[in-house]
């Protein structure tokens, strides 16, 4: 005899759980949004008051001044209309048009209309007592906020009654926006649910979905605001006018070619100096590593505009070095030549910092095992350090591109007749007050961009570098011979004494009353530039310690699954992820302003748009050094992992993550100093609450206060080298990678 089995109550328990968890977040999002929704409810409430006793007070007493004061009131761009009468109207009788002097007619009729709350209004009004209520007007207008207000005389009685209407349709769609992102919230917690009891692979769905949702908040609907701006009139009708002024203006056309010839130029320039320094310090045996590691990150932690001003006033036209010590006339830094080694030396960094953790990464097995075999010095460096480099190569030549391209504080200052196309849109905002023209050409300067990544990428993604396959070597064999050390060493020196020349400039200047015209000791820049710059210093460090560690855990995770796990859509979260970076400054702060300064996300003057635009800016770098880091380390590891039981979460925190410690730092480190030297998109985003340095330390230098910028200058990089030698503390060291060189 078969028996049925009872029917499971299993799938009902395990609903329990999440029904209760949706309960107590829309619990919460109700009190959240009822919480705004009071806040912004009583600031309306109290600018109505205020407004009604501020206008209140100034109606005059004749009634040819109010007659005056009503046609000066209605030409007036305001929210309200308002009614003044002398005496007290009585509801439902008519009064003279003569006693009533009104901004809107419907007004006057109001007054006397038998409506109970004109009644109690104007009986209100006789006890010296203000009366507020919403009505809506029988002719089908939108719904207003009436306030009755007492007039008074001389004697301070009252002597007459004040009608205010205030428009409630632009309080009422921000409320109705609360309300339905309050629900879009519950429901967007609802579909994380699901997803999590349902889903084959919960953390993955989760973790792509929040993915979007970022890229789609952060970086599409911005984009999306400026793109509109480009093709929308003042009026809101369509037009191609701006897309045809920068396609037809020769001006503009030859500014995008000087911005990939220069973009090419230094990313070339910048990815051998980046690996030239981080082949030396992390596969030589040279000596003084520490320091040479300090000189090679030293441009990108100090202001971008530094370096340009330090080479003007060394080799410019009135130069220390060009015309007071050589006597020379006549010498030009200006235009390509002088952009590109300023660029150079300030961007190299990024290429060392990316291919600094790919280098440590490499299994020098492979190294010695073709050295053994019979292959010369050349020729393993060719055939194997320099291919399982590759990934890290592109990655670099990528970033310092898309930052050359955005760049517009080194051109605007050096370019001289060299044009560029950052330094046109940057114009066009700030000069002609052209939002659009603006924003197209910079949305122009993604067409480059966007066409490298994908080349890179593609032939990429053909190629296999697995190198950590979970027995990693203990040592590195040092594959130079010592002539090749020799010329090594002599080269990166060099790099280090021109760096040091160009910081000594800004050191000495802040020890120089005026430099160029007088160059006596003085520490009066000192005590100003702390007295004007303390504030800005402090916000700096606090807005770049928040985002740091969100944008280095943030870009870990990207790189993990999008190295390591299939979905779909994936090139796509990849393209976008990507994208801010290549994303000129000027155009990161137009589209921002456009996106967040409009309910009902208010972030334009916050801290938080602040931090939100350094961890977006800077989320590609640290996905590109996981990414290359990540094609180096056999998946085999993490498959071990699962099939010992371990979930997708612990395979990221216990193998993944140390694996990627090197990357890691990397990330949190370039995160950190990109942020406290930001200029071109926090220009637009600081406010009076939340100021930058950076800004600050450009307007000094614009205004010639030199001696200024130059202690805040070397404020600054004191601060990064602190924060960052505490932040390899604190990360500490992966031992599992840890390696000693060898000399062969």
């Given at each position: ?739 000693t060189l060898l000399s062969r």
């Open positions: 005899m078969s028996v049925n089995p009872a029917p499971s109550r299993l799938p009902l328990k395990g609903l329990i759980v999440p029904l209760l968890a949706l309960a107590v977040f829309a619990a919460a999002d109700a009190w959240v949004w009822r919480t705004l929704e009071i806040a912004y409810t009583g600031a309306r409430d109290g600018r109505i008051r205020g407004t009604v006793a501020s206008i209140a007070a100034s109606v005059p007493a004749s009634q040819e001044e109010r007659i005056a004061w009503g046609k000066r009131l209605s030409g007036a761009e305001r929210d309200f209309d308002a009614a003044v009468t002398e005496g007290f109207p009585e509801a439902g009788k008519p009064s003279g048009s003569a006693s009533i002097v009104s901004t809107d007619p419907s007004l006057a009729s109001l007054m006397t209309a038998p409506i109970p709350d004109v009644a109690k209004g104007i009986e209100s009004v006789g006890y010296d007592e203000p009366y507020r209520f919403t009505h809506r007007p029988t002719d089908g207008s939108p719904e207003r906020i009436f306030v009755f207000a007492p007039l008074h005389g001389a004697a301070g009685d009252v002597t007459g009654v004040a009608l205010f209407a205030f428009r409630t349709d632009g309080s009422d769609r921000f409320v109705f926006l609360l309300r339905l992102f309050a629900l879009l919230a519950t429901a967007a917690f609802a579909a994380v649910l699901a997803i999590a009891r349902f889903s084959r692979d919960p953390a993955l769905t989760a973790v792509v979905l929040t993915l979007f949702v970022i890229v789609g908040v952060f970086t599409a609907y911005p984009l999306y605001e400026a793109g509109r701006l480009t093709l929308v009139r003042a009026d809101g009708s369509f037009t191609w006018d701006v897309w045809k002024s920068v396609f037809t203006e020769g001006r503009y056309m030859a500014a995008l070619r000087g911005s990939i010839l220069l973009g090419a130029l230094t990313a070339t320039a910048s990815t051998l100096l980046g690996f030239l320094f981080a082949f030396v310090v992390g596969r030589t045996t040279i000596g003084c590593k520490r320091l040479l590691t300090a000189a090679a990150t030293m441009p990108v932690i100090s202001p971008p505009f530094s370096l340009t001003l330090s080479v003007i006033l060394l080799f410019g036209n009135n130069g220390l070095v060009t015309k007071q010590l050589l006597g020379l006339h006549d010498v030009s830094v200006y235009g390509l030549t002088g952009l590109v080694l300023v660029q150079t030396m300030g961007m190299f960094p990024i290429a060392f910092l990316t291919l600094a953790g790919i280098l440590e990464g490499i299994d020098s097995t492979l190294e010695e095992a073709a050295m053994d075999l019979g292959a010369s010095r050349l020729r393993t460096f060719r055939t194997v350090t320099l291919p399982l480099a590759v990934p890290g190569l592109l990655s670099a030549w990528l970033l310092v591109f898309t930052n050359s391209l955005a760049d517009f504080a080194n051109p605007l200052i050096l370019a001289g007749d060299f044009h560029v196309l950052s330094v046109e849109a940057y114009i066009e905002v700030t000069g002609m007050n052209r939002l659009g023209t603006g924003a197209a050409l910079s949305i122009l300067l993604l067409l480059p961009t966007l066409t490298a990544f994908t080349a890179q990428r593609r032939w990429v993604a053909r190629k296999s570098f697995v190198t950590v396959t979970g027995k990693p070597s203990a040592r590195i064999t040092e594959i130079v011979s010592p002539g090749v050390r020799r010329i090594l060493a002599i080269a990166v020196w060099g790099v280090v004494i021109f760096l040091a020349a160009l910081y000594g400039t800004i050191i000495a200047g802040c020890f120089v009353k005026n430099w160029g015209v007088d160059y006596s000791f003085s520490l009066v820049n000192i005590r100003e530039a702390f007295e004007r710059g303390r504030d800005a210093l402090i916000d700096t460090v606090t807005l770049a310690a928040m985002a740091t560690p969100i944008a280095g855990v943030l870009s870990m995770v990207a790189a993990a699954i999008l190295t390591r796990r299939a979905f779909a859509f994936k090139r796509l979260l990849e393209y976008g992820i990507m994208t801010p970076f290549a994303l000129p400054g000027t155009l990161m702060g137009i589209s921002y302003i456009l996106a967040f300064n409009k309910p009902p996300v208010l972030l334009v003057g916050t801290a938080a748009i602040i931090v939100i635009n350094y961890v977006i800016r800077e989320l590609p770098v640290g996905v590109e050094g996981g990414v290359a880091a990540l094609r180096q380390i056999d998946p085999s590891i993490e498959e071990a992992a699962q099939n010992l039981g371990a979930d997708a979460p612990r395979v990221f925190r216990d193998i993944i993550l140390p694996l990627l410690r090197p990357a890691f730092i990397s990330s949190l480190s370039y995160t950190f100093v990109r942020s406290m030297t930001a200029v071109s998109a926090v220009i637009f985003l600081i406010s009076a609450r939340w100021y930058h340095v950076t800004v600050l330390i450009y307007n000094f230098s614009e205004n010639l206060r030199f001696g200024l910028a130059s202690v805040l200058a070397t404020a600054l990089i004191v601060i990064v080298l602190a924060a960052m030698g505490l932040m390899r503390l604190l990360v500490g060291r992966n031992r599992n990678l840890d390696k």
